[in-house]
């Protein structure tokens, strides 16, 4: 369990980051 746990979390982390930049650019975008 704590090795599937390690790597959720690595996945969410990565998915979160992307949102993060995703916004990023698109608030670039409507300046």
Do not use: P, S
Not at 10 to 21: A, W
Request: aromatic content about 12%.
């Amino acid at each position: 369990d704590g090795i599937i746990y390690k790597l959720n979390k690595k996945e969410i982390q990565k998915y979160y980051v992307d949102n993060l930049i995703f916004a990023g650019l698109q608030n670039e975008r409507n300046k």
